[in-house]
């Protein structure tokens, strides 16, 4: 794995940082105990109310996020995965990308495919209107999603290179009281900028029908010398007050400075977590259980015949693989340990997470569904409402299951060529991550039973192959598709 340094700068995880100090706090707090003293009780709540809703406005301030960089330095490939992973993860986030509201400008010619670097010259004065109109454009809409309480957190992908386009952004943002964190993507390895330009850009809408690849390419990094023209990098010295993260050469180091708030401090993590290196994921419930033929919820009962059947066949299938240092996650669950416990013939190593066991159906643990329904109508019926968010009583929800695998997904992205062994639920949080699935459909995601999921990422996507093994046949067959539905909450076999 690739070595990281981080320079914390002026780091300030507080809350407080863009409001009252500490010792103001402890000075309100003192007023207000001495002109409540001799009151009502009921002025008391009432003046406790407003303070408790003040600061609950303060730490619920929406977010803005500022790209920064010059081009083919994974801008747009941050954005999007941040943007997959705080929408997961139950923030409600949006990217507005400026080179697509500046494709969508019909006053100039060039601006339609951007096939032209003559276009993002400073000296172009005609372009640059264009170019400024779109940015206005699309922080207008921006403003609009973040007033509108349907988002929390938006993203702006554009260059952002000048300190004068920075300032006006941050004075956006402090007129309408959102909080703002500019990302800068600093590279100077050769090797990641040719292979961003040659895999992302050549089939960017600006040239693709437009120039055949070698002449998307050189126009491309013209494109690139006229933004460093006029490239100005977050500094200290100048904009130092405000709140950054440099990311060197696509996470060999950062640079951080200013953090404010909890959205930061996450974004902060997960963008230390990530990497571009090539590496497969591979998912795969455990063998049938004893439950599983039965129909009951959860339990922990050991494999059938035929479950025991397909861990044989997942070894023989990873010895064919030949997989270069793969590593086993497994649920602590009985089934999945009997599942996994044959892999360890080919794996570099084969580690056990309680993350990985099933959603706890509480009191519904071991029914089956008519069990359920008979049982507990009112539970049943709130479910079929809205299932992801439907907790069991003394038991979890979707929602729950999704907090508890952000471990997981952080180590999944640092991580090389993986085998996951768990269940249905936790399979489908997980990839609706990898997939971008929204979240009311995650409960509904179908993972049948015997299938291994290969799962490969790439920069703006990833692909899928799924391979069934039929236990009666002895034999596997492979098929590339996406992500499919259940058609209802019963069409799907019960959580095991």
């Known amino acids: 794995s690739l070595h990281r340094s981080i320079n914390l700068i002026g780091a300030n995880m507080n809350e407080s940082q863009s409001g009252t100090s500490m010792e103001e706090a402890l000075t309100k707090r003192k007023v207000t105990h001495t002109l409540t003293s001799g009151y009502s009780g009921n002025f008391f709540l009432i003046f406790l109310v407003i303070i408790v809703t003040i600061a609950s406005d303060h730490v619920r301030v929406p977010n803005v996020i500022v790209m920064v960089g010059l081009p083919a330095r994974g801008k747009t490939y941050i954005s999007k995965k941040l943007c997959r992973y705080l929408n997961w993860a139950g923030i409600k986030t949006r990217v507005f990308n400026v080179g697509e509201y500046r494709r969508k400008e019909e006053t100039a010619s060039d601006a339609i495919h951007g096939a032209n670097a003559n276009f993002f010259s400073a000296n172009n004065e005609d372009a640059l209107r264009v170019r400024e109109e779109s940015a206005r454009r699309a922080m207008q809409d921006l403003c609009d999603y973040l007033d509108s309480s349907n988002g929390t957190v938006a993203i702006l992908d554009a260059t952002n290179t000048t300190k004068k386009r920075r300032k006006m952004v941050v004075e956006f943002c402090q007129e309408r009281r959102f909080r703002c964190f500019f990302i800068e993507s600093v590279c100077d390895d050769p090797n990641i900028i040719n292979a961003n330009v040659t895999d992302v850009k050549v089939n960017s809408p ?181 299932k992801y968010h439907y907790r069991f009583p003394s038991g979890e929800s979707y929602e729950d299951v999704v907090a508890r695998l952000e471990p997981v997904i952080m180590e999944l992205e640092r991580q090389g060529n993986v085998l996951v062994v768990s269940h249905q639920a936790v399979l489908r ?68």
């Open 429 to 496: 949080c997980i990839l609706a991550y990898f997939t971008d699935r929204p979240l009311d459909e995650v409960p509904y995601i179908d993972v049948p039973l015997h299938t291994l999921i290969k799962l490969v990422p790439r920069a703006y996507s990833c692909h899928l192959i799924f391979y069934t093994y039929y236990v009666t046949r002895g034999i596997w067959t492979a098929s590339e598709a996406p992500l499919t539905l259940s058609q209802s909450p019963t069409s799907s076999s019960p959580i095991n």
């Open 206 to 386: 600006d040239y693709k029908g437009v120039m055949s690849a070698e002449q998307a390419k050189d126009d491309f990094m013209k494109r690139i010398d006229n933004y460093k023209k006029q490239y100005e990098p977050l500094d200290m010295e100048n904009e130092g007050d405000i709140s950054f993260i440099k990311v060197l050469n696509a996470g060999r180091s950062f640079y951080v400075n200013q953090v404010n708030g909890h959205a930061q401090s996450r974004v902060i993590y997960y963008l230390m977590n990530i990497h571009l290196l090539p590496r497969v994921i591979y998912f795969s419930r455990h063998g049938e259980s004893e439950y599983n033929r039965m129909g009951r919820m959860g339990g922990d009962s050991p494999l059938t015949p035929e479950g025991d059947e397909y861990a044989r066949a997942l070894v023989h299938f990873f010895k064919g693989e030949r997989v270069q240092d793969l590593r086993v996650w497994c649920s602590q669950k009985i089934r999945a340990v009997q599942t996994a416990k044959g892999l360890k013939q080919v794996a570099a190593h084969v580690e056990y997470w309680k993350a990985l066991d099933e959603l706890d159906a509480g009191i519904c643990e071991g029914l089956t569904y008519d069990d359920i329904a008979n049982r507990y109508p009112k539970q049943t019926e709130d479910r079929m409402k809205d």
